[in-house]
């Protein structure tokens, strides 16, 4: 399921970004090699959940038209058997 991945990739990402946050706190200033890779890795980090979140957010609307859909229908289905709704 394509939801159980995202999340599965999204918490990956978030504990990568917990370890980055633990080495930037022992890094120390004079290490400007380290330093400009610790930074690329938490950018590259920070863009890997981006792309999740709009992953996210897409399905999220796509259950959206989906209920809405489904309770058209329901509504539908209701009227033809002369029920009411509400």
Do not use: F, W
Request: aromatic letters at 2%; proline letters at 1%; hydrophobic letters at 35%.
């Amino acid at each position: 399921m394509p939801g159980e991945k995202a999340s599965a990739a999204g918490e990956a990402l978030l504990r990568r970004l917990q370890r980055l946050v633990a080495r930037a706190t022992t890094a120390k200033g004079g290490d400007r090699k380290r330093l400009l890779a610790l930074l690329d890795d938490v950018e590259t980090t920070r863009c890997g959940l981006l792309r999740e979140c709009a992953e996210i957010e897409g399905e999220m609307k796509q259950a959206t038209v989906r209920a809405t859909a489904i309770g058209a229908y329901l509504r539908g289905s209701q009227v033809q058997r002369g029920k009411r709704h509400n």
